[in-house]
């Protein structure tokens, strides 16, 4: 509401050309509060208001804007123009700024760029997106391990403005073979021997990973060593890049919002919600729904099976409700605790024994709770105690089917190198949902006096699975 308030002030300056207004305004915020109160202003209008700020201080407040919004004020404004801030952003968002443009617009853009961020671009450009060389940057410090104390902390003091964190000082050869880390807090301590050279001090235990490690590995391992800033090396131990801690937020931020999509059987977005188009959402969701609504099919198709029993016994319509939804919500639950442990590395696929062990005993216990709430409620509904207890025995069964299936599946898909996010919570559900219903009316039809064997094997030739056999 704020920011929306103040633009008429800030058109009105625009119009005027009023100068020092506009520099106080670029100035006097935050970087992140001056770009969020230009929200709403036209591509044109921004980069009007960013001419009256100094180029550092220009780049800063255009990379608090997003991505897409990025795109809008560079693609509107001729390579000339824009050259000059795109050569000075940092080495990853560049990169992700031009892979993101136009391909001609911005081989012109590179062509005006200076020949070290020019080489800089094509080099990252060159990794695989999701890898941590395609979120590293090139800008850290890097010194010999042959300086001294002093040497270190005068380099340090020319490098300083060009670089994206100087806590990590990174110690190499005349290779580029990453030796050591110093941080900056053990530089300044060592200052009492200033003549002390930095492979006296440095640490040799470097944790670091390679260029081509997958992001979730990087985040991980930062995450497990509670590190700022993490070494990119390549193949042969050459200190290519860093991989810092605003960067690790990002695939934080991009990982969790994949995981959302999928667990509600959505196909990750590539862009943000509003500017996608419709016809690709609908794709990216209708696909899932058509395949959730295949699999409900089966659940129609089995509680048509049964349709005359349900007639003569029309008090269990009563209960599908609660039999469907109580092993769907296990079943969401086991996946759900399965898939974050996979994630986080808590569990691996090697000890699917002890999961489903886990598991089983846990659809005991809380199948054993529900059943006999599902008792109670079936005594007043039910004819007798003996169909009553058709209900507590359903639940136990479908509870324990849930926690084994949802906590099976993540676990295979882990196995076959799929993401174990892929079978989502509707997925397991719909699976629940049918065996559901098998599971209800075999007890019913065995605890009735029916044949519940060859009921259920009648099952096996429905129409719709009769229909996939023949094709």
């Keep these: 509401m704020i920011n929306t308030l103040y633009l008429p002030e800030l058109r009105e300056m625009l119009v005027e050309k009023d100068q020092d207004s506009l520099q106080e305004f670029c100035t006097a915020l935050h970087p992140a509060r001056t770009a969020e109160f230009m929200e709403g202003l036209t591509p044109e209008e921004v980069w009007a208001v960013l001419q009256y700020a100094d180029l550092s201080v220009r780049t800063e407040i255009f990379s608090f804007f997003e991505l897409p919004f990025q795109v809008d004020i560079i693609e509107a404004h001729s390579p000339a123009e824009v050259a000059e801030l795109v050569a000075d952003m940092s080495a990853d968002d560049r990169v992700d700024l031009l892979a993101d443009i136009e391909d001609d617009f911005s081989d012109q853009i590179l062509a005006l760029l200076p020949t070290e961020e020019r080489r800089d671009v094509l080099r990252l450009s060159e990794h695989a997106e999701g890898t941590a060389g395609a979120i590293m940057t090139t800008e850290m410090a890097r010194l010999p391990e042959e300086l001294t104390v002093r040497e270190a902390l005068d380099e340090i003091s020319r490098q300083a403005e060009e670089l994206e964190?100087?806590?990590?000082?990174?110690?190499?050869?005349?290779?580029?073979n990453l030796h050591g880390v110093v941080s900056t807090r053990q530089l300044i301590t060592a200052l009492v021997k200033p003549e002390l050279r930095l492979k006296d001090i440095m640490e040799t235990e470097i944790i670091h990973v390679s260029d081509s490690d997958d992001q979730e590995d990087v985040l991980r391992k930062m995450a497990d060593y509670d590190l700022i800033a993490i070494p990119v090396v390549d193949e042969e131990l050459r200190?290519?890049?860093?991989?810092?801690?605003?960067?690790?937020?990002?695939?934080?931020?991009?990982?969790?919002?994949?995981?959302?999509?999928?667990?509600?059987?959505?196909?990750?977005?590539?862009?943000?919600?509003?500017?996608?188009?419709?016809?690709?959402?609908?794709w990216k969701r209708g696909v899932w729904l058509i395949v959730l609504f295949l699999g409900a099919i089966f659940t129609a198709f089995a509680l048509k099976h049964y349709d005359a029993e349900l007639d003569n016994y029309k008090w269990l319509v009563l209960f599908i409700p609660l039999v469907i939804s109580t092993g769907g919500n296990t079943g969401n639950q086991s996946a759900t605790l399965v898939i974050t442990a996979l994630n986080k590395e808590e569990v691996s696929v090697d000890q699917w024994v002890h999961v489903l062990q886990r598991e089983l005993v846990m659809g005991l216990v809380l199948g054993g709770g529900l059943a006999v709430l599902g008792f109670l409620t079936a005594l007043f509904i039910a004819p007798d105690i003996i169909s009553a207890c058709i209900i507590p025995i359903t639940i136990l069964l479908v509870v324990i089917s849930g926690t084994l299936i949802g906590s099976t599946l993540p676990l295979i898909f882990e196995k076959i190198g799929l993401d174990p996010a892929l079978m989502s919570n509707p997925f397991v559900a719909g699976i629940i949902d049918f065996l559901g219903i098998v599971i209800y009316m075999t007890v019913a039809l065995l605890l009735l006096g029916k044949a519940p064997v060859e009921e259920t094997s009648q099952l096996l030739h429905l129409p719709l699975i009769q229909t996939f056999s023949v094709g």
Excluded: F, K, W
Aim: aromatic fraction near 8%; hydrophobic fraction near 45%; charged fraction near 25%.
């Design 239 to 282: 200190l290519v890049g860093i991989i810092t801690h605003d960067d690790i937020l990002d695939v934080v931020v991009e990982e969790a919002a994949e995981d959302a999509y999928r667990s509600a059987a959505v196909e990750p977005l590539e862009e943000t919600y509003m500017q996608t188009p419709l016809l690709i959402l609908s």
């Design 165 to 176: 964190t100087i806590y990590y000082l990174y110690v190499v050869d005349e290779n580029d």
